[in-house]
């Protein structure tokens, strides 16, 4: 892949779309107006609302926005890998996470940025760090992704209210120190993996805490494949840490 590289410091939010044309204009212009050093990098597994074309007439107007289209659903954590490997190459210092379907408010960017400014390497927005902060979720979601994190803590050690937060920021260091071919998780289960492999490695995690309001439009991608997942993987993870195998 040829990319222009960009100067140090600057920041490039990743976002993986796929159906989410009812979000993505509004939101990715808050995005950038968020911090000068922001740029953001849209990557669309053929989405069949037409966001894909959408993403495409967002970029003609900037080159702070960038567009990959996939040929198919090849799932999340394949799409972060695929951009962080994007950011890593065309020089970004700071590469983040963020939903697209306005679960995740920009107005949290620049803590994020500010919170590895000051010695993260990767910052965490957390739902749980002060108590519960999430919007409009059924109860039980709400209590399957609590639990889900208190499971991967007792069983990881991971020291973190928020491990599945979807909401983040790498400094590239953390990154260029997770070898990303050997991650193979999604859902949850990615989300957990990347805080694992960074913390595993002697990585500073922060947590900043967030306010979530779950999707006003389109359909969440949570699926019982996706929880059953995370049930084992963290399992993997701990085993492979106790035989230095990450």
Known sequence: MTVDVRGSGRALVVMPTYNESGTLAALVPDVLAQDDRIDVLIIDDASPDGTGDLADDLAAGTDRITVLHREGKLGLGTAYLEGFRYGLAAGYEYLLEMDSDG????????????????????????????????????????????????????????PLTDATSGFKCFRRNALESIPLERVGSTGYAFQIEMDF?????????????????????????????IVREAVWRVWALRMASLFRRL
């Open 197 to 225: 492999r960074a913390w595993k490695n002697g990585m500073k995690l922060v947590e900043v805490p967030i306010v979530f309001v779950d999707r006003e439009q389109g359909e969440s991608k949570m699926s019982g494949a």
């Open 103 to 158: 679960s995740h408010d920009p107005k949290y960017l620049p803590d994020l940025l500010e919170s590895v400014d000051s010695g993260a390497d990767l910052a965490i927005g957390s739902r749980y760090v002060r108590g519960v902060n999430v919007i409009n979720w059924p109860m039980s979601r709400l209590l399957l992704s609590y639990n889900a994190n208190k499971y991967a803590r007792w069983v990881t050690g991971l």
